[in-house]
């Protein structure tokens, strides 16, 4: 079941999350000493990224990693690790630690062991997963009938990451060779929080609400779990 928390407006929605995201980190410092956040990119959480990166939060404490990447140079307007560095990795979360996912090497695939060796020495539990989802009912990476998604589904899945080739579609655009997180390392989060904006995709959202096949709608293997709590925060 996920709880669902719905605003008239986008700003409305940020302020929201930053105060929740402030909450759940302060807390994990508290207990263990370290919390760490896995962040999205996409074109929708940049405003949560900047608001956020103002919090008085002890950000030398937490480490920032991404849920998913496309495999392009830094230099590139599509890469989510330049999105997390110019709108989080700013104010007070500059003193964070962010740990990308992307290689000098050539393919996701390749890159992969690099990457997993590098997520291993995070913390585990996670702390909280800002997860997208997008019109075609992906979220991190997992796309429909991907390359590689049966993979990053399987829950006994070992890995905390696997390599994925997307169909090419009008929301990959050119960058179908990605890394994401697996589902299992997803899991090992304390609490997930999906983010989207807009009419269209809460209708997309329905649709994966209703029981059909993970592989259609990987978004759905958030919503048909029970292991780890998930919420849906939403504005038009
Ligand atoms: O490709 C990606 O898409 C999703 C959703 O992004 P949006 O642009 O529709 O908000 C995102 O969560 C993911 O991190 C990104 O790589």
Redesign the pocket.
Known sequence: MVKEFFFEQRHHLFTALVAECQDVLSEAISKQGTATLLV??????APLYEALSKSELNWKKVKVAL????WVDKSHTAS?EALIEQNLLINNAKAATFIGMKTPAKTAAAGQSETEANYLKLHQPFSLAI?????DG????LFPNAKGLAEALRIDNKNLTAAITAKKSE??GPNTD?LTMTVSGLLKTDRIIIL?TGEDKLDVFSLAQKPGPVEDMPIRVLLQQEQVPVELYWAP
């Open positions: 999205s990119g996409g074109s929708t959480p849920v998913d990447e496309r989510n997860v997208g989802m997008g019109p992906h979220t991190a990476s929301v990959t990605r989207f």
